[in-house]
């Protein structure tokens, strides 16, 4: 086992405090990761929380991680000691069931092991990335190019794999009319990656405040929601929308923005069930979708393509001591546009 300085929750209503956690031995196909950079993702926040189902206290959360490997277990093939990799939001999954043997894993119809607050294999809970060191098995481990400057790449293995994933599957490239909802964390990696396929980029926030980025993340145009003629002057007139906002929204004036068989896709994840008239649907034989992080298949993919075309989350780098905070400031929507923790700041344990 390996005793290593970690950031938990102690209950759902107290702040995180910095503690120990133990690691497994290395399995043969283990690798010990050296954790350099964890991103901060909304879900920490709703997890640790208990806003999302009662958890297991104390808790490590962080699926936004990146590091060096420090050991790999003796049938190890696809990583070696030094390696530069990341790992995202799960760490295992069945391996059997018809999408995992499809290379799925991410749509595990057993569930796939969440990378915290998920069952492990061996029926311990998962602690996530706010930790010095991580043993995950092999193939759950990315390769993450050195060409992405290291402290910005943690945020794809979140942010960047839940937008880079819709716009694949929904083949966006050149001549593709694309709309952002929202620019946070997963905004932000929309914006850049389907300007990065060759899109024609939309964003749509509430206001104007963050325009300026927008275009120079690649936006060709930038609309603010909270006039109320933005959604009308822009029916019919988007392939794909991509709704990062986990806000309940008015589904039918989005959907409206649709041109033939266009799709809007969520990411965000509103809690409520959200009304929709059908008939919105009939018109321009419109669909209506989800998408659920990405397969580890795609989410190599997506970092050889950011690291292609020279794509990295903007981020604000924290000590550890800032967690709290940045907490806060999350849930103000007030980062530009992902925190990420510099873990050699964990603090040791009193
Ligand atoms: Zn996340
Ligand atoms: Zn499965």
């Not at 396929?197 to 690649?218: H, I, P």
């Not at 989410?299 to 806060?328: K, R, V, W």
Request: charged share 20%.
């Amino acid at each position: 086992m390996y005793t290593v300085n970690a950031y938990a929750a102690p209950s759902a209503t107290e702040p995180l405090e910095p503690t120990t956690i133990e690691r497994r031995d290395l399995g043969p196909k283990d690798v010990l990761i050296d954790i350099a950079y964890a991103g901060i993702c909304h879900s920490d926040i709703h997890t640790v929380r208990g806003e999302w189902g009662e958890i297991v206290y104390p808790q490590v959360v962080g699926h936004e991680i990146v590091g060096t490997v420090a050991e790999v277990g003796s049938e190890v093939t696809l990583h070696a000691v030094g390696d530069r990799v990341g790992v995202g939001c799960m760490v295992n999954s069945c391996r059997e069931c018809e999408n995992c043997t499809a290379g799925m894993e991410n749509y595990c119809l057993k569930g796939n092991v969440g990378t915290y607050a998920g069952k492990d294999k061996d029926g311990t809970i998962t602690q996530g990335g706010y930790a010095e060191k991580i043993v995950v098995v092999e193939d759950f481990v990315l390769r993450v190019p050195e060409s992405i400057p290291y402290e910005a790449a943690a945020p794809l293995l979140c942010a960047g794999i839940t937008t880079y994933s819709p716009l694949a599957h929904w083949k966006v490239g050149p001549g593709s009319r694309v709309a952002v909802v929202g620019l946070g964390g997963l905004g932000h990696m929309a914006v850049k990656i389907a300007h990065a396929m060759g899109a024609e980029v939309t964003v749509l926030s509430q206001t104007l405040s963050k325009k300026e980025d927008g275009l120079k993340m690649g936006a060709d145009h930038y609309y603010a929601t909270s006039d109320p003629e933005t959604l009308k002057n822009l029916r019919n007139s988007f392939d794909l929308i991509v709704n990062t906002v986990s806000a309940p929204l008015d589904l039918d004036a989005y959907l409206r923005m649709l041109a033939l068989d266009g799709t809007m896709v969520n990411v965000g994840a509103p809690p409520e069930a959200l009304p929709l008239h059908v008939f919105t649907l009939f018109a321009n034989r419109r669909t209506f979708a989800g998408s659920s992080i990405g397969s580890i298949g795609e989410t190599q993919e997506m970092l050889d393509f950011c690291a292609e075309h020279g794509i990295a989350p903007e981020i604000e780098l924290i000590d550890a001591s800032q967690i709290n905070e940045a907490y806060e400031r999350v849930l103000k929507s007030d980062v530009r546009y992902r925190f990420v923790i510099d873990t050699a700041t964990l603090a040791p344990a009193n």
